[in-house]
Structure formats: structure tokens, C-alpha cells
């Protein structure tokens, strides 16, 4: 009897082993939310990067993701991350400020990474202890060194030549606001005088870019609603030289940036959302992580028109 006992145990045993493997395997399959805010070249190869470095930390068949565009429309955003939470994802993906600020205010126990967002403190009023937003939120940022874009600025245009600079953003983004009340100081203490031009929405952006026109050169931070609206911006602004906070701003509309990768960008989030799927690091811990480096680019055709001379350290942008 107790052999026969051992043998139905040990069947028994064979027999539920491939539920517990299912089991096992099945709790390591995760759902990642993506809320990007709207489609442009900076945002969609942050979102592509991130997707990529995902898969190759988890692998293909262990995360699906649910991808979702807002089409820069807010309602819509909302939308989008109360199907997320709605689902119970395992992690949240918020593309650019609004959207993490929309997930925040959604969720306090789903991890939100976000990433194209200048500073957390300024897009979520809160303050930072030593880089670390803390509760269920972290991610990168985007910002390139203001100094260093104020020091490229003054290399190209100098004071002497170009003695005004209009400082043109969306008062409506908080990002855009904290990078040209940076940045302004920087430029005086380079010799400029500088004025702030600013628009609401899409509404008025057209008028304040021409507004933005009749200095000397003009200055775009990281900018979404710009960024949305190059063709717009690039018809208003004329010949005036336009120098831009990243790479796709400067493509559409601009002569010059210092821009950072934002593929690159993404990977590291990509990696840190897979530290945190898998246990290995507490969200709550997590500081904010930047990229690497920052590249000077340049667009040749309108240095041409300007018949401006580029340093050989800028590299031109495809076109």
C-alpha cells in the first residue's frame, strides 16, 4: 500500500507539472501601457527605444505592449491612461509631460516611467530628494545642459551681431517655461537682451512666432506644442536664425541645436522599467537618469541662406 501510495503521489506530482511550469511563466508575461503625447520624431524614437531595450532585457514573448498616441489632444490622454489602470497594466510608459503628469494623477500604485520631460519637480510640484521623485514615479529627462545651449548660442551668434533674442514657448507646458527662465539670465550675462514670447496653444502660436521674428535670433526650448507645429513656425519666422533645444524642433524650424539622442533616452528607460518588472529595483528609489551626451547639430541648407560659418565640431542633420 505504501508503495502504491508513492507511485499515485509521485504521478500525481508528474502530472501537475507543466500547470506549474504554465504558472511560472505566465506570472513573468507583462503589460506595458504607452501613452505617448503626440507623434513627432523626438517622441516617437523615445517610445521606439524604449520598446526595443524592453524586449531585448525581457524577451519578445514575455511583454505586450499597449501603445496609445493622444494625438496631443489632453482629453484623450485621460482616456488613454484610465484604460491602463482600468486593465491594472504592470507599468506605465508616459511619453512627455502631459502624459506623466496625467498618470499621476491617475495612479499612486502603478509604476509610471516617464520620459521626454525636462524637470520632474516643475511638471509634477513636487520637490526632489537627491533626484528622486519617489512613490510610484521616476524616468529620464531630456534636457540638454542650458548652459551649454546658451555657450552654443553665443558661439554662432554673437551678442555683437545679433543683440536681441526672443525666447518663444507654450506657456501652457511648465517644462518650456522652467527652461527659458533658465536660460534668459545665461543669455543676459552673455551680453543679450531678452524678451519672452509666448503663445497659448495652436491658436496664437503663428502670431507670436512672427512676434519672435523681429529679433535677432530666436530660442525654442524642448517644446511639444513647437515641435508639433514646425511648417507653422518655419513660415512665420522668415530668415530669422532659429536655434532649438532638440533635434526635431531644429529640423523643422531651426538652424542649430544641441540635442540629445532620444532613441538613446528611451533605452534607458526601457532598462529601468525592466529592473523594476523583474524585482530589481523599487521604483520609489529610482533616480531621475539623463543621457549620456549631447551632439551640436546644424541644418546645412539654412546656415547656407544665412550664409552662416559652422565650427567643424557641429554635425549636420539629414535632409
Excluded at 86 to 95: E, G, R, S, Y
Aim: charge should be negative; include cysteine; glycine fraction near 6%.
Amino acid at each position: 500500500m505504501k508503495k502504491l501510495t508513492a507511485l499515485v503521489l509521485a504521478l500525481l506530482l508528474v502530472a501537475a507539472m507543466p500547470l506549474a511550469l504554465a504558472s511560472c511563466s505566465d506570472d513573468s508575461k507583462y503589460t506595458v501601457g504607452i501613452a505617448q503625447w503626440a507623434p513627432h520624431s523626438a517622441l516617437d524614437a523615445a517610445t521606439k527605444g524604449f520598446k526595443d531595450a524592453l524586449v531585448e532585457e525581457l524577451g519578445e514573448d514575455q511583454v505586450t505592449f499597449l501603445d496609445q498616441n493622444a494625438q496631443g489632444d489632453a482629453p484623450t490622454c485621460t482616456t488613454i491612461i484610465n484604460d491602463f489602470t482600468t486593465k491594472n497594466v504592470d507599468l506605465i510608459f508616459a511619453n512627455a509631460t502631459p502624459a506623466l503628469q496625467t498618470a499621476a494623477a491617475a495612479t499612486t500604485t502603478i509604476p509610471i516611467l516617464g520620459t521626454s520631460v525636462t524637470e520632474y519637480g516643475i511638471a509634477l510640484n513636487k520637490t526632489l530628494t537627491d533626484g528622486v521623485v519617489g512613490g510610484n514615479i521616476s524616468g529620464t529627462s531630456d534636457l540638454a545642459p542650458l548652459d551649454k545651449q546658451a555657450d552654443m548660442l553665443a558661439e554662432l551668434f554673437p551678442s555683437a551681431n545679433y543683440p536681441t533674442v526672443a525666447l518663444l514657448y507654450c506657456s501652457a507646458e511648465p517644462n518650456s517655461k522652467y527652461q527659458v527662465d533658465t536660460i534668459k539670465p545665461l543669455l543676459e550675462a552673455k551680453g543679450y537682451t531678452c524678451e519672452l514670447v509666448s503663445f497659448t496653444d495652436t491658436t496664437d502660436l503663428q502670431a507670436q512666432a512672427t512676434l519672435a521674428a523681429t529679433k535677432s535670433v530666436i530660442y525654442v526650448p524642448t517644446d511639444n506644442t513647437v515641435a508639433n507645429n514646425t511648417t507653422a513656425v518655419l513660415g512665420a519666422i522668415g530668415n530669422t536664425p532659429l536655434v532649438a533645444g532638440e533635434e526635431g524642433i531644429c529640423k523643422g524650424c531651426g538652424v542649430a541645436t544641441l540635442s540629445i539622442d532620444y532613441y538613446e533616452l528611451g533605452q534607458i528607460t526601457g532598462r529601468m522599467a525592466a529592473k523594476i518588472l523583474k524585482g530589481e529595483a523599487k521604483i520609489a528609489e529610482m533616480k531621475i537618469e539623463y543621457a549620456a551626451a549631447q551632439t551640436k547639430k546644424y541644418m546645412a541648407s539654412r546656415a547656407s541662406v544665412l550664409n552662416l560659418t559652422v565650427p567643424t565640431d557641429y554635425v549636420a542633420i539629414a535632409e
